[in-house]
Nanobody, 118 residues
């Protein structure tokens, strides 16, 4: 079992920045990758970014150049640095952990609201 706690969401003006964090606890020794998803009102949940334990990253085109994903393996924590935020970035952001304990399993954070508005 893995538990995820997210923090860092809030209200920010267009062009501003936020940093989200997600700390994992429990059976963290088999975490394969961590990432971020988001779900805007009336839309499906979508992938934002992923990072493997070795540091390989994948950023979707819609946020590439503005968002950066990073991790601290010693702290079992993943971060999402969001710069040049736009109103269309408004969504609930969810942390995801992919864990291997004989087979792959996914664990999800509670979600944190990001609102970009003037």
């Amino acid at each position: 079992q893995v538990q995820l706690v997210e923090s860092g969401g809030g209200l920010v003006q267009p062009g501003g920045s936020l940093r989200l964090s997600c700390a994992a606890s429990g059976r963290v020794f088999s975490i394969n990758a961590m990432g971020w998803y988001r779900q805007a009102p009336g839309k499906e949940r979508e992938l934002v970014a992923t990072i493997t334990r070795g540091g390989s990253t994948n950023i979707v085109d819609s946020v590439k150049g503005r968002f950066t994903i990073s991790r601290d393996n010693a702290k079992n924590t993943v971060y999402l640095q969001m710069n040049s935020l736009k109103p269309e970035d408004t969504a609930v952001y969810y942390c995801n952990v992919r864990w291997y304990g004989g087979s792959f399993l996914d664990f999800w954070g509670q979600g944190t609201q990001v609102t970009v508005s003037s």
